[in-house]
């Protein structure tokens, strides 16, 4: 088992790049997510990574083994398509035995072997079934028992869930999760859902316009976008995001968003003067009655979620989320909202690009 | 229905006597198409079973003492026996090469972008402004110049010049629709793209193959132009054209026999297409053909 490494990999289709100078680590045993919009290329990055898809610019390897001009068949990776793909023509048994055909192995070591990966992922009583008789489930957890019966370098998803309902996908994950950990090698897990992501991975790698905008631990591209764009791509509601100016006051630099909030923040001298985009999450927004101090709003609408409630307001600096109690209910009515200034994040309001 | 009265709606047949109109109509279309394809049909399979007497009394069923099998002993004979032989070996390696050359182009068209991809599919279709006859002359003067004129492999290389156009067509639209996934996890598991091609692909075309096959073997088997011309030798020529030149001939053959030779010729195709009707439907229901 070995890591994978993207050295500033590039993808162009004639005057398009798809995938800009990209480069990425991950190590061995590592569960990597590489998420974001559709068309920011991360199928493109994934299908390069497999063979599937050649490189217009720049590395990748293997361990210490290059790969970047290397075809498809000897590149040993596993790989879930976001249709299934499985062998309509073929039984259960013979889906999960093809790659082992494929390599030679005898046919009672292949049956041994089906066997064995099939008890692993609990379809055993389904191997003489045609992958039409399968319910959904079922015929995913076949197809990643064809995918790991020859012990991949590399394990590859492509948005394998995206076409299942939520009960399906909150079964499936914890199986994704336990059998990438039981084979133990890189995995790369392709996925417009950030809520995926998040759940999933050791590490989120958030992509957009063909370029890595962020890679870190979920936890971490949660708390610190590092752009305005992973704020609003990651975590949901989606990060709210206005914009100050600063000015020097008497305690230090402070941040004025419309004409009513001023915000006394630290670290920001040498801005003086500047224009900035701040960016904060709607849990740490809070709603109070109407006073001279924080954002006046006026609430427009409340999405109850049982656990707690998201709630529209219109304000100055335009409309806002907040995330409020369960049993909260606006009414229309003006109150006014409070920010948690220690939770602030910074960004240039021309690039995106976090300052503090 | 009172209601439906009061509105003014009795004048209309209702809904029960619409329905026993359309089946009425429906019956009665039917038994015409019956009649105009099927009369013909039967009377060549009735005077097929005659006696040579039986054939000149003419009535719409054969006395029963003039029913025999004894026509179809035509078989046996030489002449009859080799157009037989010729036109199985010819209708065999027309369907083999069309289902051959129809799923690597159908592949290639499907799988693969060059310049003018569509152009070149369309140019195929221009084969069949055409009448045989009028490709089939300038195609004698080649075979001549090539030998291929009396032998098998240029009847099979014709006909299934003819029968390409809709066979790649079919076979193209059809291995679209097949997932590039599938072929994609087979590369990926190690399998090189032919291997791929063969274990993946081709077994999923069974729908179309099989309608290919069934359009290939009518061509090949009910063609009587291309044999005509192309295989001037009595000894090389196939069925329906065989058929033609001993009705021409001196040779004494009876009505009987004649229609015992035609039931022959027409009867494997009528079995074919019986069972595998379904596929055909299904190799037809590709949308965007």
Partial sequence: MVSITLDGVTKEYGSLTAVDDLSLTIEDGEFVSLVGPSGCGKTTTLRMVAGLETVTNGQIRFGDRTVTSAPVQQRGVALLFQDIALYPHMTVEENIAYPLKLAGVNGSDRHERVVETASLLQVEDQLEKYPGDLSGGQQQRVALGRSIIREPSLFLFDEPMSDLDAKLKHELRPLFAEITDQVGCPTLYVTHDQEEAMTMSDRIAVMNDGQLAQIDTPDEVYRRPDTQFVGEFVGRPAMEFFDVRIENGANGPELLAGENLTLAHNGLNGYDGDDLRVGIRPQHLRVTERHSGGIPATHVFDETLGDRTHSLFETPVGRVTVETPPDFRGGQTDYSIEIDVEKLSLYDPSSGVRIG | ?289
Avoid: C
């Fill in chain 2, 1 to 289: 229905m009172s209601d439906a009265d009061s509105l003014g709606r009795s004048v209309r047949l209702s809904f029960r006597h619409r329905n026993r109109l359309y089946r009425v109509g429906l019956s009665a279309s039917a038994v015409v198409l019956v009649v105009l394809l099927g009369f013909p049909l039967y009377w060549m399979a009735a005077n097929a079973v005659r006696t040579r007497l039986g054939v000149q009394d003419g009535g719409l069923l054969p006395a029963p003492d003039a029913v025999t099998l004894e026509q179809f002993a035509v078989i046996t004979d030489p002449t009859v026996g080799q157009y037989l032989i010729n036109s199985t070996i010819v209708t065999v390696g027309v369907v083999l090469t069309v289902l051959a050359i129809s799923l690597v182009s159908g592949y290639g068209l499907a799988r693969f972008e060059f310049p003018h991809k569509i152009a070149v599919a369309r140019f195929l279709l221009l084969g069949y402004m055409f009448s045989p006859i009028v490709l089939s002359i300038p195609l004698y003067l080649i075979w001549d110049r090539l030998g291929l004129l009396n032998s098998y492999l240029g009847l099979i290389l014709a006909l299934s010049a003819i029968s390409m156009p809709f066979s790649v067509w079919l076979m193209w639209k059809y291995i679209q629709t097949i997932p590039e996934s599938a072929e994609a996890s087979a590369w990926v598991a190690g399998a090189s793209r032919w291997r791929a091609f063969v274990d993946i692909v081709i077994p999923q075309t069974k729908p179309a193959m099989i309608a290919n096959a069934i359009f290939a073997f009518a061509i090949a088997w009910g063609d009587f132009t291309f044999a005509y011309v192309l295989m001037p030798n009595n000894d090389a020529t196939t069925f329906p054209a065989g058929l033609f030149r001993l009705l021409g001939s001196q040779w004494d053959a009876s009505w009987a026999e004649f229609m015992a030779m035609s039931l022959m010729l027409t009867l494997p195709p009528l079995v074919f297409a019986f069972f595998l009707q379904s596929y055909l439907l299904q190799g037809f229901k590709i949308r965007a053909l």
